[in-house]
C-alpha cells in the first residue's frame, strides 16, 4: 500500500467467487486466456458533475504485494463446499503459491477529474489473474475517489479558506479513517487531526483542543490560560464550553498574556449554535481587541452545504473542520465503481480479440467492449469533451468522431489538430511497475489544475451540466452490433 498500515498478505481481501472462479479457470484450462476488464462507475457521486479518480497509489501498492502467503494458502485448504469436502484441489493451491501477477495494467492517475463510463483502470491478462485483482481494486479505487471527490466540492465552496479534516472518530473503521484521511488531502484539504495519516501519508496535522480541557478545570480562564502557557505556539481557543462570546472574551484576555510574551493568539474555534451570527459577533469582539489576525475556525456537522450557506450570510470563519460528512461521504455511502469483462482472446497477441458486452435493460447498465483508452479534448480554455475509443479498431488512423451518448443520430468531429491528451497511463508491464509515481503533493496539485480546466457550470453543487463524454464512432458501431448480436437480432 502507499505505506503499510498492515504487516500482513492481502492477498484472501476478495470475494470468495473471486477464487472459485479462479479454480475454474485452472481448472477447465482457461486460466492463461488473455483478458482486459475495465474499471468504471456510471453516475457521479452527490449529484454533482465530476469525480476525482483516486486510490491508483494503494492499487499499485496492493499488486506489487501481492502473493498467497504459506497462512493464506493454510486457509485456502480448509474451505469445504456443501459435501464438506475440500473446495480446491492442493494442485490448484500449489498453483497459486507459485502465483506471480504478470497483468498489463493502464490506469488514470490519481488527481484526475473523470467522469461516468471511463475505464480509471484497464487491466489486461490471464483471465485468473484479472478476476483474483476485481475486489481488492474496486475496494480501493471506489472509497478513495468517493471522499477525494467530497473533498474537493469542499475546497470548491471554501475556496481560499483553510481546510481541516477532522474525521478519524467518526471514520468507519480504521482503515475508513486512514483511506479517507489520505484522499481528503487530495481532493483539497489542507491538513487533518489524523496524526498516523500525517506520519504514514506525510500530510500536515492540525488541530485544537476539545471541550474535555476546558472542563477539567474550574474556570474557563484558567483553561485557556493554561494551555497557552504550555504551548504557545499552537494556541487555538475552544469558546464555546459554556456560553460562547464570553469565551470569546476570557480567549481575548488569554490572548493578551500571550503577546506579551511575545507570541499570538492563532485562532478561536466554535462549534455550536448559530456560526453564522456567532463569528460575526466574535469577529467584531477580536478586531476591537486588535486580534485581527486571530481567525475564527469552525466545525460541527459541516459540509459543502452549509458552508455554501454560512458564507452567504457573512459568517467570518476562515477555517472549516470538517469530520463525519467528509470520511463518511454522508450523503452518498459508495461510489458504486464496477469491473467488466470487455475483451478475451486465446493463444498469442496476433490472435483477434473476442469482445465482450453484459447486457441491461437500463441502457446505462450495458456495458462496453473493447480495449479502451479514453482521449480528453481541450482548448486554452480547457477540457471540452472525453471520447472514449477502442485502441485497435481504428487502424492508423486517429480517432476522430464522437458519438453523442443521447443521440446516436448526433456526431461531433475534432480535426486533426485539436489538441488532446489521453487518459490512460501505462501502470505495470506484465507484471512490472513502470509507473513513475508522484508523491500525494503533486497528486493533490494536480486535483486543483484539473478543476480550473473545468467549465464552472459542471464544477456547481446544484444541478451540474453534464460534462460530454462519448463513444467514438466505431467503437459505439461494435457495441450496437454486439447489442443486437447477443438480443438474435
Ligand atoms: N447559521 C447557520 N446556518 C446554517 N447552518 C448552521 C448555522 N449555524 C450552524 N449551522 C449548522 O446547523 C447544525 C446545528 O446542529 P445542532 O442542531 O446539533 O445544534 P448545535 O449548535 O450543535 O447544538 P448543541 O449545543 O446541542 O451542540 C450544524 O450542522 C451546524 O453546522
Ligand atoms: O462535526 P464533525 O464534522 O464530525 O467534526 C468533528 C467533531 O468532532 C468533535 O466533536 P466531539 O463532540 O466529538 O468532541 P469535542 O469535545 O472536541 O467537541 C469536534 O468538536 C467536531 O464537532
Ligand atoms: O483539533 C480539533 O479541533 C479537532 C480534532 C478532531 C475532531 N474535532 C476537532
Request: glycine fraction near 8%; aromatic fraction near 8%.
Amino acid at each position: 500500500m502507499t505505506n503499510k498500515l498492515y504487516d500482513t498478505s492481502l492477498s484472501l481481501l476478495t470475494d470468495l467467487y473471486q477464487v472459485t472462479m479462479a479454480y475454474g479457470y485452472w481448472k477447465s484450462g482457461t486460466a492463461e486466456k488473455e483478458a482486459v476488464f475495465n474499471l468504471y462507475f456510471r453516475k457521479n457521486p452527490f449529484g454533482g458533475g465530476y469525480t476525482i479518480a483516486c486510490g491508483l497509489s494503494n492499487v499499485i501498492g496492493y499488486i506489487e504485494q501481492f502473493s498467497f502467503s504459506r497462512k493464506d494458502l493454510r486457509y485456502l485448504r480448509t474451505l469445504t463446499g456443501n459435501d464438506g469436502q475440500p473446495l480446491f484441489e492442493e494442485a490448484f493451491i500449489e498453483y497459486l503459491a507459485a502465483l506471480k501477477l504478470s497483468c498489463t495494467i493502464d490506469a488514470i492517475p490519481e488527481g484526475t477529474v473523470v467522469f461516468p463510463n471511463e475505464p480509471l483502470v484497464r487491466v489486461r491478462g490471464p483471465i485468473l489473474q484479472c478476476q483474483l485483482l476485481e475486489t481488492p481494486l474496486l475496494n480501493l479505487v471506489n472509497f478513495e475517489s468517493l471522499i477525494a471527490t467530497k473533498s474537493a466540492r469542499l475546497r470548491l465552496v471554501a475556496e481560499s479558506d483553510t481546510l481541516l479534516e477532522f474525521g478519524l472518530r467518526r471514520a468507519q473503521g480504521i482503515d475508513g479513517g486512514m483511506t479517507a484521511s489520505r484522499a481528503a488531502y487530495i481532493g483539497g484539504c489542507d491538513a487533518t487531526s489524523n496524526v498516523l495519516a500525517g506520519k504514514l501519508y506525510d500530510i500536515p496535522v492540525r488541530g485544537t483542543h476539545a471541550h474535555s480541557w476546558v472542563m477539567s478545570f474550574d474556570d474557563e480562564q484558567q483553561a485557556f490560560d493554561t494551555y497557552a502557557q504550555v504551548l504557545p505556539n499552537n494556541v487555538t481557543l475552544l469558546v464555546d464550553t459554556y456560553d460562547t462570546l464570553d469565551g470569546v472574551r476570557l480567549a481575548i484576555e488569554t490572548g493578551h498574556k500571550l503577546r506579551a510574551r511575545g507570541y499570538r493568539l492563532a485562532g478561536i474555534r466554535l462549534d455550536s449554535g448559530d456560526l453564522a451570527y456567532l463569528s460575526i459577533e466574535a469577529r467584531k469582539l477580536l478586531d476591537e481587541a486588535g486580534f485581527t489576525d486571530t481567525s475564527i475556525v469552525a466545525s460541527n456537522d459541516l459540509d459543502e452545504t452549509i458552508i455554501t450557506s454560512l458564507k452567504q450570510q457573512g459568517a467570518k470563519i476562515t477555517v472549516w473542520g470538517v469530520g463525519t460528512k467528509l470520511v463518511t461521504a454522508f450523503d452518498q455511502p459508495a461510489l458504486g465503481g464496477v469491473y467488466k469483462l470487455a475483451a478475451l482472446r486465446t493463444g498469442d497477441a496476433h490472435k483477434p480479440w473476442d469482445y465482450k458486452i453484459k447486457l441491461s435493460e437500463q441502457a446505462i447498465k450495458t456495458s462496453t467492449p473493447g480495449i479502451q483508452q479514453v482521449r480528453r479534448y481541450r482548448d486554452e480554455r480547457g477540457f471540452l469533451a472525453d471520447m472514449i475509443f477502442d485502441e485497435t479498431l481504428n487502424g492508423t488512423h486517429q480517432p476522430t468522431t464522437m458519438i453523442d451518448p443521447l443521440d446516436f443520430t448526433k456526431r461531433r468531429r475534432f480535426d486533426a489538430h485539436a489538441a488532446f491528451e489521453d487518459l490512460l497511463v501505462p501502470i505495470f508491464a506484465a507484471g512490472q511497475c513502470v509507473y513513475d509515481k508522484p508523491d500525494i503533493h503533486a497528486i493533490r496539485a494536480r486535483v486543483q489544475a484539473q478543476l480550473a480546466a473545468l467549465h464552472p457550470g459542471v464544477k456547481r453543487l446544484v444541478n451540474p451540466h453534464t460534462y460530454p463524454v462519448g463513444l467514438e464512432r466505431h467503437l459505439h458501431d461494435l457495441k450496437t452490433a454486439l447489442i443486437l448480436e447477443r438480443r438474435g437480432e
